[in-house]
Protein backbone atom coordinates (compact mmCIF):
# COMPACT_ATOMS: atom_id res chain seq x y z
CA UNK A 1 0.00 0.00 0.00
CA UNK A 2 1.70 3.54 -0.58
CA UNK A 3 2.38 5.87 1.94
CA UNK A 4 0.42 9.16 1.41
CA UNK A 5 1.09 12.55 2.81
CA UNK A 6 -0.96 15.33 3.56
CA UNK A 7 -5.02 14.87 4.82
CA UNK A 8 -6.76 12.24 3.03
CA UNK A 9 -9.41 13.30 0.75
CA UNK A 10 -12.60 11.71 2.34
CA UNK A 11 -14.99 12.57 -0.40
CA UNK A 12 -17.54 9.36 0.30
CA UNK A 13 -21.15 11.04 1.13
CA UNK A 14 -20.87 9.63 4.65
CA UNK A 15 -19.34 9.27 6.83
CA UNK A 16 -18.53 12.64 6.19
CA UNK A 17 -15.00 14.47 7.34
CA UNK A 18 -15.05 15.44 11.18
CA UNK A 19 -14.24 19.37 11.57
CA UNK A 20 -11.14 19.72 14.03
CA UNK A 21 -13.33 22.06 15.88
CA UNK A 22 -15.65 19.12 16.51
CA UNK A 23 -12.42 16.52 17.30
CA UNK A 24 -11.78 19.06 19.87
CA UNK A 25 -14.73 19.36 21.79
CA UNK A 26 -15.02 15.19 21.61
CA UNK A 27 -11.51 15.47 23.50
CA UNK A 28 -12.80 15.39 27.12
CA UNK A 29 -12.72 13.51 30.00
CA UNK A 30 -15.90 10.95 30.19
CA UNK A 31 -18.18 12.53 32.62
CA UNK A 32 -20.87 10.53 34.73
CA UNK A 33 -23.85 10.63 32.95
CA UNK A 34 -25.79 10.83 35.35
CA UNK A 35 -24.48 14.31 36.98
CA UNK A 36 -25.71 17.38 36.77
CA UNK A 37 -22.72 18.29 34.14
CA UNK A 38 -23.90 15.51 31.84
CA UNK A 39 -27.87 16.64 31.75
CA UNK A 40 -26.76 19.91 31.09
CA UNK A 41 -25.16 18.72 28.13
CA UNK A 42 -27.90 17.15 26.85
CA UNK A 43 -30.63 19.61 27.50
CA UNK A 44 -28.00 21.71 25.17
CA UNK A 45 -28.11 18.93 22.64
CA UNK A 46 -32.14 18.49 22.91
CA UNK A 47 -32.34 22.31 22.18
CA UNK A 48 -29.94 22.38 19.64
CA UNK A 49 -31.36 19.67 17.63
CA UNK A 50 -35.05 21.17 17.86
CA UNK A 51 -33.63 24.16 15.77
CA UNK A 52 -31.70 21.96 13.00
CA UNK A 53 -34.82 19.57 12.60
CA UNK A 54 -37.36 22.44 12.72
CA UNK A 55 -39.56 20.70 15.83
CA UNK A 56 -40.68 21.94 18.91
CA UNK A 57 -41.58 18.45 19.31
CA UNK A 58 -39.22 15.73 21.09
CA UNK A 59 -35.89 14.37 18.97
CA UNK A 60 -34.94 10.79 20.86
CA UNK A 61 -30.76 10.69 20.24
CA UNK A 62 -29.65 6.61 20.61
CA UNK A 63 -26.35 4.99 20.58
CA UNK A 64 -26.56 3.86 17.03
CA UNK A 65 -26.33 4.07 13.18
CA UNK A 66 -28.83 5.47 11.01
CA UNK A 67 -30.27 1.48 10.41
CA UNK A 68 -31.21 1.35 14.30
CA UNK A 69 -33.04 4.88 14.38
CA UNK A 70 -34.49 3.02 10.61
CA UNK A 71 -35.65 0.61 13.40
CA UNK A 72 -37.07 2.55 15.92
CA UNK A 73 -39.38 4.82 13.96
CA UNK A 74 -40.81 1.01 12.44
CA UNK A 75 -40.81 -0.33 15.89
CA UNK A 76 -42.37 2.03 17.32
CA UNK A 77 -45.66 3.53 15.58
CA UNK A 78 -46.42 0.27 13.80
CA UNK A 79 -47.93 -3.10 14.25
CA UNK A 80 -47.41 -6.67 12.24
CA UNK A 81 -49.66 -6.71 9.60
CA UNK A 82 -50.08 -2.97 9.05
CA UNK A 83 -49.69 -1.52 5.24
CA UNK A 84 -47.28 1.01 4.52
CA UNK A 85 -46.47 2.98 1.12
CA UNK A 86 -42.96 3.04 0.08
CA UNK A 87 -40.82 4.30 -3.14
CA UNK A 88 -38.16 2.59 -4.81
CA UNK A 89 -35.97 5.23 -4.74
CA UNK A 90 -32.80 3.15 -4.81
CA UNK A 91 -30.41 0.99 -2.57
CA UNK A 92 -31.37 2.78 0.86
CA UNK A 93 -35.17 2.97 -0.12
CA UNK A 94 -34.53 -0.77 -0.94
CA UNK A 95 -33.18 -1.39 2.50
CA UNK A 96 -35.52 0.40 5.01
CA UNK A 97 -38.11 -1.61 2.85
CA UNK A 98 -36.62 -4.91 3.42
CA UNK A 99 -36.56 -3.98 7.23
CA UNK A 100 -40.24 -3.22 7.56
CA UNK A 101 -41.07 -6.75 6.07
CA UNK A 102 -38.94 -8.68 8.10
CA UNK A 103 -41.16 -6.81 11.05
CA UNK A 104 -43.99 -8.24 9.36
CA UNK A 105 -45.21 -4.82 7.85
CA UNK A 106 -46.88 -5.19 3.75
CA UNK A 107 -45.46 -2.82 1.97
CA UNK A 108 -46.71 -1.32 -1.16
CA UNK A 109 -43.35 -0.56 -3.09
CA UNK A 110 -43.59 1.82 -5.59
CA UNK A 111 -41.48 0.35 -8.31
CA UNK A 112 -38.76 3.44 -9.75
CA UNK A 113 -36.04 3.55 -11.82
CA UNK A 114 -33.59 4.78 -9.48
CA UNK A 115 -32.55 8.06 -11.40
CA UNK A 116 -35.98 9.91 -9.60
CA UNK A 117 -37.12 10.47 -6.50
CA UNK A 118 -40.76 9.84 -5.25
CA UNK A 119 -43.50 11.08 -6.90
CA UNK A 120 -46.10 13.12 -5.09
CA UNK A 121 -48.53 12.83 -7.75
CA UNK A 122 -48.07 8.92 -7.86
CA UNK A 123 -48.45 8.99 -4.18
CA UNK A 124 -51.41 11.01 -3.68
CA UNK A 125 -52.90 8.77 -6.67
CA UNK A 126 -52.35 5.37 -4.52
CA UNK A 127 -53.52 7.28 -1.50
CA UNK A 128 -56.68 8.36 -3.25
CA UNK A 129 -57.31 4.90 -4.00
CA UNK A 130 -57.06 3.51 -0.30
CA UNK A 131 -60.28 4.89 1.03
CA UNK A 132 -60.36 2.31 3.55
CA UNK A 133 -57.32 3.98 5.12
CA UNK A 134 -55.52 0.59 5.27
CA UNK A 135 -52.05 2.47 4.60
CA UNK A 136 -50.97 3.03 7.69
CA UNK A 137 -47.34 5.12 6.98
CA UNK A 138 -45.91 6.80 4.02
CA UNK A 139 -42.02 5.93 3.87
CA UNK A 140 -39.95 8.14 1.98
CA UNK A 141 -35.78 8.97 1.88
CA UNK A 142 -34.88 12.51 1.63
CA UNK A 143 -31.88 12.18 -0.35
CA UNK A 144 -31.25 8.84 -1.69
CA UNK A 145 -27.55 8.53 -1.30
CA UNK A 146 -27.32 5.94 -3.40
CA UNK A 147 -28.32 7.98 -6.67
CA UNK A 148 -27.85 11.42 -5.66
CA UNK A 149 -31.53 12.26 -6.10
CA UNK A 150 -33.84 13.85 -3.62
CA UNK A 151 -37.35 13.86 -2.91
CA UNK A 152 -39.77 16.46 -2.18
CA UNK A 153 -40.73 16.18 0.99
CA UNK A 154 -43.14 18.99 1.67
CA UNK A 155 -45.26 17.92 -2.19
CA UNK A 156 -45.74 15.12 -0.46
CA UNK A 157 -47.01 15.88 2.57
CA UNK A 158 -49.32 18.38 0.10
CA UNK A 159 -50.38 15.10 -1.80
CA UNK A 160 -51.51 13.78 1.51
CA UNK A 161 -53.54 16.41 2.74
CA UNK A 162 -55.02 16.82 -0.67
CA UNK A 163 -56.77 13.62 -0.64
CA UNK A 164 -57.30 13.72 3.31
CA UNK A 165 -55.64 10.28 3.87
CA UNK A 166 -54.50 9.80 7.63
CA UNK A 167 -51.51 7.85 7.30
CA UNK A 168 -47.88 8.74 9.49
CA UNK A 169 -45.34 10.23 7.17
CA UNK A 170 -42.02 8.54 8.19
CA UNK A 171 -38.88 10.39 6.39
CA UNK A 172 -35.17 9.34 6.28
CA UNK A 173 -33.36 12.25 6.23
CA UNK A 174 -29.89 10.48 7.30
CA UNK A 175 -27.72 12.05 4.39
CA UNK A 176 -29.62 15.35 4.36
CA UNK A 177 -30.51 16.78 7.84
CA UNK A 178 -27.67 19.73 8.33
CA UNK A 179 -27.50 19.97 4.43
CA UNK A 180 -30.74 20.54 2.66
CA UNK A 181 -33.87 22.41 3.59
CA UNK A 182 -35.84 20.33 6.08
CA UNK A 183 -38.97 21.32 8.31
CA UNK A 184 -39.97 18.62 10.31
CA UNK A 185 -43.16 20.65 12.04
CA UNK A 186 -43.71 22.37 8.71
CA UNK A 187 -44.21 19.31 6.64
CA UNK A 188 -45.89 17.65 9.47
CA UNK A 189 -43.68 14.53 9.23
CA UNK A 190 -44.33 12.09 11.74
CA UNK A 191 -40.94 10.44 12.26
CA UNK A 192 -37.85 11.99 11.18
CA UNK A 193 -34.85 9.22 11.24
CA UNK A 194 -31.41 10.84 10.95
CA UNK A 195 -27.63 9.75 12.26
CA UNK A 196 -24.40 11.79 12.89
CA UNK A 197 -21.40 10.48 10.34
CA UNK A 198 -23.18 13.16 7.20
CA UNK A 199 -24.56 16.56 7.75
CA UNK A 200 -24.23 16.70 11.08
CA UNK A 201 -20.44 16.31 10.84
CA UNK A 202 -19.96 13.80 13.47
CA UNK A 203 -17.69 10.02 13.77
CA UNK A 204 -20.60 7.65 13.11
CA UNK A 205 -22.58 6.27 16.83
CA UNK A 206 -25.52 8.57 17.18
CA UNK A 207 -29.44 7.39 15.48
CA UNK A 208 -32.26 10.26 15.97
CA UNK A 209 -36.17 10.03 15.60
CA UNK A 210 -37.72 13.70 15.43
CA UNK A 211 -41.16 12.48 15.88
CA UNK A 212 -44.68 14.40 15.92
CA UNK A 213 -47.38 14.15 19.03
CA UNK A 214 -49.59 11.89 16.42
CA UNK A 215 -46.55 9.30 16.21
CA UNK A 216 -46.26 9.14 19.95
CA UNK A 217 -49.81 8.79 20.25
CA UNK A 218 -49.30 5.78 17.88
CA UNK A 219 -46.37 4.11 19.95
CA UNK A 220 -48.90 4.29 22.78
CA UNK A 221 -51.50 1.66 21.12
CA UNK A 222 -49.10 -0.08 17.90
CA UNK A 223 -48.42 -3.97 18.84
CA UNK A 224 -44.99 -4.41 17.93
CA UNK A 225 -42.80 -5.97 20.87
CA UNK A 226 -39.30 -3.73 21.32
CA UNK A 227 -37.29 -2.94 24.18
CA UNK A 228 -34.08 -0.84 23.45
CA UNK A 229 -35.80 1.20 20.90
CA UNK A 230 -39.03 2.05 22.89
CA UNK A 231 -39.76 5.77 22.77
CA UNK A 232 -41.31 6.12 25.67
CA UNK A 233 -38.93 4.40 27.95
CA UNK A 234 -36.45 7.01 26.84
CA UNK A 235 -38.45 10.27 27.02
CA UNK A 236 -38.81 9.33 30.62
CA UNK A 237 -35.72 10.11 31.35
CA UNK A 238 -35.02 12.85 29.13
CA UNK A 239 -37.22 14.60 30.34
CA UNK A 240 -34.55 15.27 33.10
CA UNK A 241 -31.68 15.40 30.55
CA UNK A 242 -30.32 11.70 31.05
CA UNK A 243 -30.94 8.33 29.44
CA UNK A 244 -32.01 5.22 29.91
CA UNK A 245 -28.67 3.81 29.37
CA UNK A 246 -25.35 4.75 29.33
CA UNK A 247 -25.26 7.43 26.21
CA UNK A 248 -22.22 8.31 23.49
CA UNK A 249 -21.41 10.75 25.89
CA UNK A 250 -18.22 12.16 23.80
CA UNK A 251 -20.02 11.87 20.07
CA UNK A 252 -22.59 14.71 22.62
CA UNK A 253 -19.76 16.74 22.99
CA UNK A 254 -18.93 17.04 19.44
CA UNK A 255 -23.02 17.53 18.72
CA UNK A 256 -23.04 19.95 21.06
CA UNK A 257 -20.32 21.88 18.73
CA UNK A 258 -21.55 20.55 15.21
CA UNK A 259 -24.86 22.18 15.96
CA UNK A 260 -23.25 25.53 17.15
CA UNK A 261 -21.38 25.75 13.66
CA UNK A 262 -24.68 25.00 11.32
CA UNK A 263 -26.33 27.75 13.74
CA UNK A 264 -23.09 30.11 13.22
CA UNK A 265 -23.13 29.77 9.69
CA UNK A 266 -26.93 29.88 9.36
CA UNK A 267 -28.66 26.73 8.09
CA UNK A 268 -29.78 28.91 5.38
CA UNK A 269 -25.69 29.33 4.23
CA UNK A 270 -25.36 25.89 4.90
CA UNK A 271 -28.15 24.77 2.30
CA UNK A 272 -27.05 27.30 -0.25
CA UNK A 273 -23.10 26.34 0.06
CA UNK A 274 -23.99 22.46 -0.68
CA UNK A 275 -26.64 23.58 -3.88
CA UNK A 276 -23.26 25.29 -4.68
CA UNK A 277 -20.76 22.92 -4.46
CA UNK A 278 -23.06 20.59 -6.28
CA UNK A 279 -23.80 22.97 -9.19
CA UNK A 280 -20.37 23.43 -9.77
CA UNK A 281 -19.61 19.60 -9.16
CA UNK A 282 -22.45 18.95 -12.35
CA UNK A 283 -20.78 21.28 -13.88
CA UNK A 284 -17.30 19.68 -14.04
CA UNK A 285 -19.59 16.25 -14.53
CA UNK A 286 -21.02 18.01 -17.89
CA UNK A 287 -17.90 19.22 -18.74
CA UNK A 288 -15.91 15.74 -19.09
CA UNK A 289 -19.10 14.43 -21.06
CA UNK A 290 -19.99 12.37 -18.50
CA UNK A 291 -23.90 11.65 -17.47
CA UNK A 292 -25.31 12.35 -14.20
CA UNK A 293 -27.27 9.59 -12.36
CA UNK A 294 -29.82 12.12 -11.44
CA UNK A 295 -32.14 13.06 -13.96
CA UNK A 296 -34.78 15.10 -12.37
CA UNK A 297 -32.99 18.59 -12.30
CA UNK A 298 -35.42 19.81 -9.79
CA UNK A 299 -34.31 16.78 -7.51
CA UNK A 300 -30.42 16.79 -8.16
CA UNK A 301 -28.59 16.38 -4.86
CA UNK A 302 -26.96 18.84 -2.91
CA UNK A 303 -24.83 16.27 -1.31
CA UNK A 304 -23.54 14.32 -3.53
CA UNK A 305 -23.40 14.08 -7.29
CA UNK A 306 -23.80 10.24 -8.67
CA UNK A 307 -21.92 9.93 -11.94
CA UNK A 308 -22.41 7.10 -14.60
CA UNK A 309 -19.25 5.46 -16.03
CA UNK A 310 -19.14 5.33 -19.70
CA UNK A 311 -19.41 1.76 -20.64
CA UNK A 312 -16.55 -0.63 -20.73
CA UNK A 313 -14.78 0.82 -17.74
CA UNK A 314 -15.35 0.00 -14.34
CA UNK A 315 -15.81 2.21 -11.71
CA UNK A 316 -14.27 0.37 -8.91
CA UNK A 317 -11.23 0.30 -10.39
CA UNK A 318 -11.54 3.89 -11.48
CA UNK A 319 -12.09 4.82 -7.39
CA UNK A 320 -9.20 2.62 -7.01
CA UNK A 321 -6.80 4.54 -9.01
CA UNK A 322 -7.83 7.94 -7.63
CA UNK A 323 -7.42 6.39 -3.66
CA UNK A 324 -3.82 4.88 -4.66
CA UNK A 325 -2.51 7.67 -6.55
CA UNK A 326 -4.39 11.03 -4.84
CA UNK A 327 -5.21 9.51 -1.33
CA UNK A 328 -9.13 10.15 -2.26
CA UNK A 329 -12.06 8.14 -1.42
CA UNK A 330 -14.80 8.21 -3.90
CA UNK A 331 -18.42 6.40 -3.04
CA UNK A 332 -18.90 3.15 -4.93
CA UNK A 333 -22.10 2.15 -6.79
CA UNK A 334 -24.48 0.27 -4.46
CA UNK A 335 -26.15 -3.10 -5.51
CA UNK A 336 -27.71 -2.81 -8.85
CA UNK A 337 -25.03 0.10 -9.66
CA UNK A 338 -22.43 -1.74 -8.05
CA UNK A 339 -18.83 -0.67 -10.54
CA UNK A 340 -21.44 1.35 -12.87
CA UNK A 341 -21.35 4.47 -10.96
CA UNK A 342 -19.03 6.52 -8.67
CA UNK A 343 -19.98 9.28 -6.37
CA UNK A 344 -18.71 12.26 -4.94
CA UNK A 345 -19.55 13.80 -1.84
CA UNK A 346 -19.78 17.40 -1.18
CA UNK A 347 -21.51 17.91 2.10
CA UNK A 348 -20.59 18.73 5.73
CA UNK A 349 -17.06 20.55 6.43
CA UNK A 350 -17.12 20.97 2.43
CA UNK A 351 -16.19 24.32 0.72
CA UNK A 352 -14.80 25.77 -2.35
CA UNK A 353 -11.45 25.16 -2.58
CA UNK A 354 -11.61 21.40 -1.17
CA UNK A 355 -14.09 20.63 -3.78
CA UNK A 356 -11.41 21.94 -6.43
CA UNK A 357 -8.89 18.97 -4.64
CA UNK A 358 -11.96 16.68 -5.29
CA UNK A 359 -12.72 17.63 -8.52
CA UNK A 360 -8.89 17.27 -9.17
CA UNK A 361 -8.19 13.71 -8.04
CA UNK A 362 -11.28 12.78 -10.38
CA UNK A 363 -10.20 14.54 -13.31
CA UNK A 364 -6.62 13.49 -12.79
CA UNK A 365 -7.84 9.54 -12.25
CA UNK A 366 -10.07 9.59 -15.41
CA UNK A 367 -6.71 10.48 -17.35
CA UNK A 368 -4.70 8.09 -15.24
CA UNK A 369 -7.18 5.08 -15.91
CA UNK A 370 -7.90 6.03 -19.79
CA UNK A 371 -11.42 7.19 -18.81
CA UNK A 372 -12.56 8.68 -22.07
CA UNK A 373 -13.43 12.78 -21.21
CA UNK A 374 -13.13 15.94 -22.00
CA UNK A 375 -10.74 17.90 -20.19
CA UNK A 376 -11.24 21.30 -18.32
CA UNK A 377 -13.91 19.92 -16.36
CA UNK A 378 -12.10 21.40 -13.23
CA UNK A 379 -11.58 24.56 -14.87
CA UNK A 380 -15.20 24.73 -15.74
CA UNK A 381 -16.36 24.28 -12.05
CA UNK A 382 -13.79 27.19 -11.36
CA UNK A 383 -15.51 29.70 -13.47
CA UNK A 384 -18.42 28.91 -12.06
CA UNK A 385 -17.63 29.00 -8.44
CA UNK A 386 -16.02 32.53 -9.39
CA UNK A 387 -18.63 34.02 -10.75
CA UNK A 388 -21.21 32.19 -8.72
CA UNK A 389 -23.06 33.94 -5.28
CA UNK A 390 -26.80 32.97 -4.35
CA UNK A 391 -27.05 36.56 -4.89
CA UNK A 392 -25.02 37.06 -8.54
CA UNK A 393 -25.54 33.46 -10.54
CA UNK A 394 -24.54 33.93 -13.78
CA UNK A 395 -27.67 33.76 -16.12
CA UNK A 396 -26.19 31.68 -18.66
CA UNK A 397 -25.47 28.89 -15.34
CA UNK A 398 -28.82 29.47 -13.94
CA UNK A 399 -30.22 26.22 -15.87
CA UNK A 400 -27.36 23.64 -14.12
CA UNK A 401 -27.96 25.57 -10.39
CA UNK A 402 -31.01 25.01 -8.42
C1 LIG B 1 -26.10 6.15 5.29
C2 LIG B 1 -27.55 5.97 5.06
C3 LIG B 1 -28.30 5.01 5.75
C4 LIG B 1 -27.66 4.01 6.68
O1 LIG B 1 -27.10 4.62 7.80
P1 LIG B 1 -26.10 3.76 8.73
O2 LIG B 1 -25.61 4.75 9.72
O3 LIG B 1 -25.05 3.21 7.82
O4 LIG B 1 -26.90 2.69 9.36
C5 LIG B 1 -29.66 4.97 5.54
N1 LIG B 1 -30.28 5.81 4.70
C6 LIG B 1 -29.60 6.73 4.00
C7 LIG B 1 -30.33 7.63 3.07
C8 LIG B 1 -28.22 6.83 4.15
O5 LIG B 1 -27.53 7.75 3.45
Same mark, same amino acid.
Given at each position: ?13 G ?9 ? !????? /?? #? ?18 ? @? ?11 S ?7 AA ?27 A??G??? #???? &? ?5 A?? /? ?12 ? @? ?15 ? +?V????? !? ?17 ? &? ?25 P?? $? ?13 ? %?K ?5 ? #? ?7 ? !? ?13 Y?? +? ?19 R? *? *? ?12 ? /? ?30 ? %?? %? ?19 ? &? ?13 V ?12 ? $? &????A ?7 T ?9 ? @?? %?
Amino acid at each position: MTQHQGRHFLQIPGPSPVPDRVLR !AMDMP /VI #DHRSAQFAELSKAVFEGCRQ @IFKTTGQVLIFPSSGTGAWEAAIVNTLSPGDRVLMVETGHFATLWRQMAARWGIEV #DFMP &GDWRHGADP /VAIEAALAQDSAHA @IKAVMVVHNETSTGVTS +RVGDIRA !AMDKVGHPALLLVDTISSL &GSIDYRHDEWKVDVTVSCSQKGFMLPPGL $GFNAISEKARAAAKT %NKMPRSYW #DWEEMLKPN !AAGFFPYTPATSLLYGL +REAIAMLLEEGLDAVFARHKRL *A *AATRTAVAHWGLEV /VCLEPAEYSPVLTAVMMPPGHDADQFRKTVLD %NY %NMSLGSGLSKLAGKVFRIGHL &GECNELTLMGALSGVEMGLSTSGVPHRA $G &GVEAAMKYLEGRTEANAPTHLKV @IG %N
